[in-house]
């Protein structure tokens, strides 16, 4: 323990910066398991796709969209997101929406905009594009 302390003492940098990365993985934990928006995994997200006719909004430019994208999945322009503007999924309130983005990392705000505007069954797939494709699920182009 004397070591660490004196360690501490004199890497003071290294130590601020192990003990902020340690601090930002515990929020990130605590972040997602309190979130109201649920995280689905391929299967669960196949499972909602075929058996509740869930909607799937692919929130990733245009140009990532177009060389690969979920079969029938939406998309929603930039600015849409940004600004909170849902309208064109107004009459989909009900079924379960499920967000995409590359990575699963991004997708988190706009299924919390969507929660917030009264999407109560908004997911995001844990994974992103990259989880779907490393699955070996089918991709539209």
Known sequence: MQ???EFAGNNFILSAIWVAL???LIYSFVSS???????VNTHEATLLINKED???????????FNAGHILGARQLKPEAIRNSQFGP????KSKPIIVVCAMG?????TA??????GF????????????WQSAGLPVSK
């Open 33 to 39: 398991a309190v979130s109201p928006v649920k995280e």
């Open 89 to 92: 999924l107004e009459k989909s």
């Open 112 to 117: 919390l905009d969507l929660h917030k505007a």
């Open 3 to 5: 070591q660490l302390i």
């Open 105 to 109: 990392n991004t997708a988190r705000k």
């Open 22 to 24: 340690v601090a930002m």
């Open 54 to 64: 869930a909607i799937v909004l692919d929130i990733r430019d245009a140009k990532s």
């Open 120 to 131: 109560a069954r908004a997911t995001l797939l844990k994974g992103g594009m990259n989880a």
